[in-house]
């Protein structure tokens, strides 16, 4: 099985009860776009990515957070509306995968308003 496939797998355990199948297809096709085009890049600061945007000349950055979490800035129109986006897909999966972690230790972690 390739990443990918792992990828998806994992998106649509964690978030496939809250978006449709082709948003949901949407952000993972966008995420492993960013992971195959080595669009990530580490910052000098500590857990934190510069990744790059399809729709602006200047990247994003996505950050993760102490409690596990992780957030893109303010620019990013995807995280502003649904508190998730490609960008944090593709950190969070490549972040932990370079961290030796298993597959299972990938989760992306919401918090979504109701």
Known sequence: MCIFEDLKRVCSQEVGHIFSAKDLENLTTKA?????????????????????????????????????????????????TRKICGHVIAVSYKDNNNNNKPLFAFHIKLELTK
């Open 32 to 80: 492993e776009k960013l992971i195959r085009e080595n669009s990530i890049r580490e910052r000098l600061e500590s857990q934190s990515f510069l990744v790059k945007s399809f729709f602006s000349p200047s990247p994003h950055t996505v950050k993760s957070m102490s409690n596990g979490k992780y957030s893109c800035d303010g620019t990013c129109l995807g995280f502003k």
